[in-house]
């Protein structure tokens, strides 16, 4: 079982948006990229990272693309700016631009693309000159990203098909070596890798715990297989392994990996 179902974007927003929105602004700190730019934002989900981009670099134009029709229309319904468009497509098939794009990004999108590789490459070719670049940031999925790492080790003490699942089994390309090869192989040049570090914090375990029961993205689909008896076996592993116990506040530590590179 992994297929990654995103078509419901409250739950996600509610399970991992809410995270994406604060990691947004850091990723575009370390960016710095110039004003004035064209965008592209691939895999846009529900717009966290284009809503950054508008609210922080002063953008020309910036366009969201995503696979994800419901995802497309809560993106359109809420990011209002007029310097702000979306589409629906899917790398490689992203949309040209007369003039090409200054800077083409993506946030937590990238490892869920079927073909990387391709993606990346495409995005290469879609620039508008030596200095534009491609970036994207994509969870450290593992120990440094504890939310998770904490939930698929516990479920694969409940159920041994878990281990199979994680994110950290399977996107090893979630790390800094094999995202820095990703780009150089895509003809990127001034290719750089950094740690983006941010803090997930719980009220308690019902606001971490019930994000996981709406089935959008990998665990809470993982959770949607189980049947009651294994669920609530989950439930209460989870609570004894999460630091804050039942009614505590629960901060968990998360680093997302940033990768940039220019045409030249």
Known sequence: MTGDQWARPIAYERFMGRWSRRLAPRFLQWLQAPAGGHWLDVGCGTGALTAAICARTEPASVLGCDPSEPFIGYAREHVPDPRARFVVARAPGLPDRDGGYDSITSLLALNFMPDPAEAVQRMATLLSGPHAQVSACVWDYGEHMQMLDRFWRTAAAV??????????????????????????????????????????????????????????????????????????????RLQQALPGGTHGRISLLARAWAVRGTAR
């Not at 959008?216 to 209460?236: E, I, K, N, Q, S």
């Open 159 to 236: 159920d041994h098909r878990a281990r199979e699942l994680s994110e950290a089994r399977r996107f090893p390309l979630c790390k800094p070596d094999a995202l820095e090869r990703l780009f150089r192989e895509a003809g990127l040049r001034r290719v750089r890798v950094d740690p983006v570090w941010l803090r997930t914090v719980f009220t308690g375990f019902e606001d971490y715990w019930q994000p996981l029961l709406t089935g959008d993205g990998p665990a809470p689909a993982y959770v949607a297989t189980l049947d009651d008896d294994h669920r609530d076996a989950l439930c209460r």
